[in-house]
């Protein structure tokens, strides 16, 4: 078995579609003429977020699911348990037997791989601010409860003076120096100004926005 580019005549993956169903995704797609088999690959998509492009990554036969027409034509679709919170990636590869040997068909077009998002993790976090009667600063501690490991990278914090910051641009921004563990992060106090204030925002809503929610407690 051996992974080859897609060449004129070769069968293709189209229309490729999903919806979530109870606790499966359910993908359809057209099944290309002069395919009898596809593999079906599933791969987190949220790795890319630590600078590796998984979609370039091809995926270790042995971790394909063979998946055969017959069984499309029984079931009028493919259906996979969804396992844990996080974006999946799904790539449906059509394959032909030639000379002896299988041919797995890569597909430049991307129209044989979706992403989808089976949920999002809560980020809940609190920020305590402490002033003492004869000091002009005050300390602030962050209180930082994830439902699954988080990437240093995902978050920051804002510090603002004279009232709280209202996005990641409404002050100075502080990166974290460490990853987040799943469940309850203590981190250690910082010292700000007396009229200063801090919150967490997530260093790029658009990218993390879809995988995280942040709960303020």
Request: proline share 6%; net charge neutral.
């Amino acid at each position: 078995m051996q992974y080859r580019e897609a060449q004129p005549g070769d069968p293709v993956i189209s229309e490729l579609s999903h919806k979530i169903d109870d606790n499966r995704v359910v993908l359809r797609w057209q099944w290309p003429e002069g395919a009898a088999v596809v593999y079906i690959a599933k791969q987190s998509a949220d790795a890319g977020m630590n600078g590796q492009n998984e979609a370039e990554v091809l995926p270790p036969f042995s971790s394909l699911k063979l998946f055969t027409r017959e069984e499309y034509k029984a079931a009028g679709s493919y259906r996979d348990r969804i396992e844990g919170i996080g974006r999946v990636r799904y790539t449906v590869y059509p394959a032909v037997r030639e000379d002896g040997d299988t041919y797995v068909i890569r597909q430049q077009d991307g129209a044989n791989q979706l992403e989808l998002s089976t949920g999002r993790a809560k980020i809940r976090y609190a920020v305590h601010h402490k002033k003492s009667w004869f000091r002009s600063r005050k300390t602030v501690q962050i209180q930082v409860t994830a439902e699954v490991p988080v990437p240093q990278e995902a978050l920051c914090y804002v510090k603002k003076r004279g009232g709280y910051p209202s996005d990641r641009d409404d002050g100075t921004l502080y990166p974290f120096t460490a990853p987040f563990a799943a469940g309850r992060n203590v981190l250690p106090a910082v010292e700000v100004g007396g009229d200063e204030y801090v919150r967490l925002f997530f260093t790029d809503g658009q990218k993390y926005g879809t995988v995280y929610e942040l709960v303020p407690e």
